[in-house]
């Protein structure tokens, strides 16, 4: 599966948990930040840096996932393995 697939997909697994995943221009802000989870207005969010390499975009999605009971969720088995090898 590509990069661009996978991390296509964790969007949609990260989305079945009630958590939307929306990439941002860290660049323009004058604070230091870092791409991960918030709730904003109620609402949960995963905010990813627009300008990481997908390869980053997602290891920061993954690992975060991974904190989430996904045990009981079908999940394909190359998005699977790539959550096993993150956590």
Not at 14 to 21: P, S
Not at 52 to 67: E, G, M, R, Y
């Amino acid at each position: 599966m590509k990069p661009d697939q996978i991390y296509h997909e964790l969007t949609e697994l990260a989305e079945k948990f009630g958590i939307a995943v929306s990439e941002q221009n860290f660049k323009k802000t004058s604070v230091k930040a870092k791409s991960g989870f918030c709730i904003v207005k109620g609402e949960k969010r995963f905010i990813v840096d627009k300008h990481l390499k997908v390869t980053a975009k997602i290891h920061v999605l993954a690992a975060f996932i991974n904190q989430m009971p996904h045990e009981d969720v079908y999940i394909i088995p190359a998005l699977r393995e790539v959550l096993d090898r993150s956590g």
